[in-house]
């Protein structure tokens, strides 16, 4: 059973738009959400991450919204660029340091 | 954060063999992980590579297949034993622990085995 959904599975956008990548989950205990970046051949980075008593964490152009209630979370990119073309991966983490991803999207900026 | 290295970045490993990859960090960590990505596919978990002792492992994976050592707070490897070409996947190590925010994961560039 998927504990963490993510959509879409890819994702195109015009220079300039803002993607949105969204993530759903089904257990309550999770309290720590994390977004990671990824470019071929590359290990991921942590963009950005926020947990459940705030609703929204911005660090530079990304963005996380948090709906507690609808057990969902997401990623905003502003202004986006060709630079921001990877995968992206949600995860979820409940009071240790196990993380459990979603299953990704594949973002291209077209330039 | 720290920096994390990895050996090798990749290899090409004949069936039956074992494969030791090594992860590296520039400081001592708390936690250290194994994990596994399939060709397209997202992370999961190996397991926790504990600090001189057994490491613990996630449903599906076995210290048979995949031992590990940690013999320091800086180091550890991830051996893949006896290997099937269903085993080709990037292998990350990855650490937690330091900094602001304990639960922060930060990851090696990875370890790309393919099996022939």
């Known amino acids: 059973q998927q504990q963490v959904k993510q959509s879409p599975q890819s994702l195109i956008v015009q220079k300039g738009g803002i993607p949105i990548i969204n993530c759903a989950y089904e257990?309550?205990?999770?309290?720590?959400f994390p977004w990671y970046q990824q470019f071929p051949g590359k290990g991921p980075a942590l963009l950005i991450a926020i947990r459940p008593d705030v609703s929204e964490k911005k660090e530079g152009r990304f963005t996380i919204s948090f709906n507690k209630s609808a057990k969902q979370f997401s990623l905003h990119i502003m202004d986006s660029q060709p630079g921001d073309s990877a995968t992206y991966f949600c995860a979820v983490s409940s009071g240790t340091y196990k993380y459990i991803f979603g299953t990704g999207t594949r973002l291209k900026v077209l330039a | 954060s720290a920096v994390i290295s990895q050996k090798p970045s990749r290899d090409i490993c004949q069936r039956g063999t074992s494969l030791t990859i090594q992860c590296q960090v520039d400081s001592q960590v708390t936690m250290m992980f194994w994990y596994r990505q399939q060709p397209g596919q997202s992370l999961t978990l190996i397991a926790t590579?504990?600090?001189?002792?057994?490491?613990?492992?996630e449903s599906g994976f076995v210290i048979d297949k995949f031992p590990i050592s940690r013999p320091n707070l800086t180091f550890s490897t991830l051996t893949v034993s006896n290997m099937s070409p269903e085993d080709s996947s990037i292998y990350l190590c990855?650490?937690?622990?330091?900094?602001?925010?304990?639960?922060?994961?930060?990851f090696g560039p990875g370890t790309r085995l393919t099996v022939t």
């Open positions: 590579a504990n600090q001189g002792s057994e490491a613990t492992y």
């Open positions: 990855s650490v937690a622990g330091e900094g602001g925010e304990v639960r922060e994961q930060y």
């Open positions: 257990n309550t205990a999770f309290d720590y």
